[in-house]
């Protein structure tokens, strides 16, 4: 399946063994970038107009950079709780600083939706980007994000992992 411009590729792999994947990349020669805290705000009008088209505004510490978002899923559709996926819109820039843009985006008419904390640990593998995410109240699971699904199903692949998962 081709991206569309400015398509989010990535899969997300639930039950993993997070020490089990973090040997595997290294066996295959991944790279750690980091362990670290991402700190995230996420914004909507107070009518809640951008989650009736399944989208958000997010601010993003992620420890070396602070990046603002636009996110819509696409194919969700709130009405039809058996619809799924099929893809994600995000158009992203970096800022310079988490609480002036969401200052900003404050001052245009958006309202804070929720805060949220997580960990995420980051490795790059033949260019891929390969993260295990850890949140409140969820089992760690596998993000992995490219330039094309190819490239990330051969990621999987690599990995031993079921693409069904």
Same mark, same amino acid.
């Given at each position: 399946?081709?991206? =569309?411009?400015?398509?989010?590729?990535? %899969?997300?792999?639930?039950?993993?063994?997070?020490?089990?994947?973090? %040997?595997k990349?290294?066996?295959?020669?991944? #790279?750690?970038? $980091?362990?670290r /805290?991402?700190?995230?705000?996420v $914004?909507? +009008?107070?009518?809640?107009r951008?989650d009736? &088209?399944?989208?958000?505004?997010?601010v993003?510490?992620?420890?070396?950079? #602070? =990046?603002?978002s636009?996110k &819509?899923?696409?194919?969700?559709?709130?009405?039809?709780?058996?619809?799924?996926? =099929?893809?994600m /819109?995000?158009?992203?820039v970096?800022?310079?600083?988490? *609480? #002036?843009?969401?200052?900003?985006?404050?001052? /245009?008419?958006?309202t804070?939706?929720? $805060?949220?904390?997580?960990?995420?640990? &980051?490795?790059?593998?033949d260019?891929?980007e390969?993260? /295990?995410? +850890?949140?409140?109240?969820?089992?760690?699971?596998? *993000?992995?994000?490219?330039?094309?699904w &190819? %490239?990330?199903?051969?990621?999987? *692949?690599?990995?031993?992992?079921?693409?069904? =998962?």
């Amino acid at each position: 399946m081709a991206a =569309t411009p400015n398509e989010e590729i990535e %899969a997300k792999i639930l039950g993993i063994d997070p020490e089990v994947i973090e %040997a595997k990349l290294a066996e295959l020669g991944g #790279t750690k970038r $980091f362990d670290r /805290i991402f700190h995230r705000a996420v $914004f909507d +009008y107070a009518d809640l107009r951008l989650d009736k &088209q399944a989208a958000w505004v997010r601010v993003r510490d992620e420890g070396d950079k #602070t =990046t603002m978002s636009f996110k &819509q899923r696409l194919g969700w559709n709130a009405a039809d709780p058996h619809s799924n996926d =099929t893809g994600m /819109i995000e158009e992203e820039v970096v800022v310079s600083d988490f *609480e #002036t843009a969401c200052k900003i985006l404050r001052h /245009i008419g958006l309202t804070d939706k929720f $805060f949220m904390e997580n960990r995420r640990v &980051q490795f790059m593998l033949d260019g891929v980007e390969v993260d /295990i995410d +850890y949140w409140p109240l969820l089992e760690p699971y596998l *993000e992995i994000e490219a330039d094309s699904w &190819q %490239a990330v199903d051969r990621t999987i *692949e690599k990995l031993g992992l079921d693409p069904e =998962t």
